[in-house]
């Protein structure tokens, strides 16, 4: 195993997928909220340059290849996780969730099965679009966790009437309520309509992987 940038960029991801779970577990909201939104948009960015700069650099290794898919998949699972955890028995999130990761877990192990031949398995271009858009949603859903809890501070200790007269501009919004308001309702709305995309995306993806591994599936391959 070589240290050069790439893999020391897959490690960092792959040492996130914990990290995001155990700042819910000992930090307090928003800190949790903020600390998970903060590892895994850079988590994510370095899902790119990672296979970017081995690329570049000529710096491809077996120990990348092998780790690349694993962080990944660690990520995803661990965000996933921890946002059926804070959204609770949410039908809106567990339902994309859980085709998410039946397909993560059927590739892999089709992968496992296929072996020296798993290699027709190449990552397409769609594929691709399903990794960016559970990145987007998750990480959009992560700062969901800290609109609402600034909406909540911005809000505390008001009556109904006053912050129906900031949110119509009737009154000073010295809290950021608006702000706080909006971004709680777009992060919140965005985020599931992304996830349901990132699902669609993996089934289908997970449907294309199916029918090329079908030829080696056959009793009679």
């Known amino acids: 195993m070589t240290w050069n940038i790439p893999n020391i960029l897959t490690v960092f991801r792959l040492l996130c997928a914990p990290a ?8 307090p ?8 939104l903060i590892l895994f948009a850079g988590a994510s960015i ?6 970017y700069l ?9 120990f990348g290849t092998m ?18 955890m804070n959204f609770g028995p949410n039908p809106l999130i567990i339902l994309p969730a859980a085709f998410i990761l039946l397909r993560e877990t059927f590739v892999s192990g089709l992968r496992e099965f296929l072996g020296e031949t798993a290699g027709l398995l190449k990552v397409t271009k769609l594929a691709k679009w399903k990794t960016t858009a ?25 009556d109904g009437a006053t912050v129906d007269a ?55 391959a």
Not at 46 to 51: L, M, P, V
Not at 56 to 61: P, R
Not at 169 to 188: K, V
């Open 20 to 27: 995001v779970a155990i700042a819910f577990i000992f930090l």
């Open 29 to 36: 909201h928003p800190f949790s909220d903020w600390v998970a």
């Open 46 to 51: 370095t899902d790119w340059f990672d296979g």
């Open 54 to 62: 081995a690329r570049k650099w000529n710096q491809m290794s077996k």
């Open 67 to 84: 780790l690349d898919p694993i962080a990944d998949k660690a990520m995803v699972i661990t965000a996933i996780a921890v946002l059926a």
């Open 134 to 158: 559970q990145m987007v949603a998750i990480a959009v859903l992560f700062s969901f966790g800290v609109f609402s809890h600034y909406l909540g501070m911005g809000s505390f200790g008001m």
């Open 166 to 220: 900031i949110m119509a501009g009737e009154l000073s919004d010295e809290t950021g309520l608006r702000f706080s308001y909006y971004g709680t309702i777009l992060s919140y709305n965005g985020g599931i309509i992304l996830l349901w995309i990132a699902a669609c995306l993996t089934v289908i993806t997970g449907v294309d992987y199916l029918r090329k591994a079908m030829p080696f599936l056959s009793e009679d």
